[in-house]
């Protein structure tokens, strides 16, 4: 049996003086990781925080929330990480909505923690650093630095087995109110196998990060890191992309997992400026990254193998597409991950051929558990499979697999325009744009219109006023039919993202 927790247990086990975890100026080698994780646990415990019970972890990318993840699996518990720009009333409601009996906040959140536990009467403890208040009728604070320097450091006796959730992970809502994608372990460790297969993953990488940990795809990073014995270099944000490949280079970083509005800011750079020759692979995945932005950078890091791969917090990661596969298959998401199966269905549950678009269908041991205490909405999603009591995802997206099975992302279900009477999938028609030179990102949106239904309207940053509307218009005119083309054109700064760096609509 193989828990979440195995791997920093292992890695401390294997290599304990390897640099585990850099911050900033601070490095944690995976010794220091496995105490300190051991330290919280036992006082967690000594709390009264039982099996099964949820600690909401409410915090900037760092050593203490990256620590408090491994410390909650070590005292059999489920942790939940929220975004660090979450409201204290946002907060408050998912930790009603998942009866967190735990809050982990950063220093400066102690007052907006309290008023968390003045709303939730199910918290019963709060954890932060440097914290000596004892708010009376409310939790006693769990001080970590006291925690890490007196506390009790030897490893927790286990209790639970890998059916046992691991995490809840609360998709983003823009579709309506945030949903816990319930993980067992066995799904974590399902997961975190495949994609460390194929990405050839060894103790030697170096992985640099800058997505919030409170998004499945940065979590997973300091999760594989810990599954491989590598090192995880834990950026706070990608607000300085500069500073950030200053970083890389400092560190020599071998692995660059990123969202296409990070790419789009590199490439606005001149990267010939900076040291990227340790780079091994890129990863993308969020959103598709155009082919253009794609071969410009294989043409600046010509030594590093580029990713580009789709997956949804349900399953964690779904598709990728083969590095070698590339140049004979541009815009594919590629193909199933390692282990798991995948097809396409219309409406009414039938399977489809080769150039017909449907909804993705994923089975395997990444598909999750559902929806906390929302059985209408795991019923939807998660419906059963080919065998007795075996449950497959569906996805919500569409796509289009050519003949050698090879998938292209259309567009979700709940995206899809209808114009003159047609259906429009915004991804075609961003991507069409995204070929210009010149193009740093796009959004393709639908604007209420008495005679079209929906008017369709492209907005564009740009790299600079070189590239005219009229050129974008002309271009997808060449490339779209009628029915697609944008109704005009805006140049915008910038477009509305959410915290995980996905542009929203």
Known sequence: MFLVQDFVEQSAARAPTKTALVCGDLRLTWADVDRRANQLANELRSRGFRRGERAVLWAANGPELAVAIFAVLKADGVFVVLPDSSKPMQVAGIVADCGGVALLCAANRSKAALEVAQACRSLRILVTSGATANDPGRPDWIDLDAVHRDGDASRPPRVGIDRDLACLIYTSGSTGKPKGVMSGHHNVVFAARSITSYLRNTADDVVISALPLSFDYGLYQWLMVGLFGGTLVLERSFAYPAEFLHRLAAERATGLPGVPTMFAMLLNLDLAAFDLGSLRYLTNTGAALPPRHIERLREIVPQALVFSMYGLTETKRTLYLPPEDLDRKPGSVGVAIPGTEVW?????????????????????????????????????????????????????????????????????????LKSRGEKVA??????????LDGVVEVRVIGV????????????????????????????????LEDF??????????????????????
């Open 426 to 435: 915004p991804a075609e028609i961003e991507q069409v744009i995204s070929e």
């Open 344 to 416: 396409l269905e219309d409406a009414l549950g039938n399977r489809l051929g080769p150039d017909q678009v449907g909804e993705l269908v994923v089975r395997g041991g990444h598909v999750m558990r559902g929806y906390w205490g929302n059985a209408e909405a795991t019923a939807a999603r998660f419906r059963p499979g080919w065998l007795p009591g075996e449950t497959v995802c569906h996805s919500g997206d569409l796509f289009r697999r050519d003949a050698d099975g090879y998938h292209y992302f259309v567009a979700r279900t709940d995206d899809v």
């Open 484 to 505: 697609k083309l944008p109704r005009r054109v805006e140049f915008v700064t910038d477009l509305p993202k959410n915290a995980n760096g996905k542009i929203t609509r």
């Open 448 to 479: 209420d219109d008495p005679v079209l239904g929906q008017a369709i309207v492209a907005q564009v940053v740009r790299r600079d006023d070189t590239l005219l509307d009229k050129q974008i218009l002309l271009h997808c005119k060449s490339r």
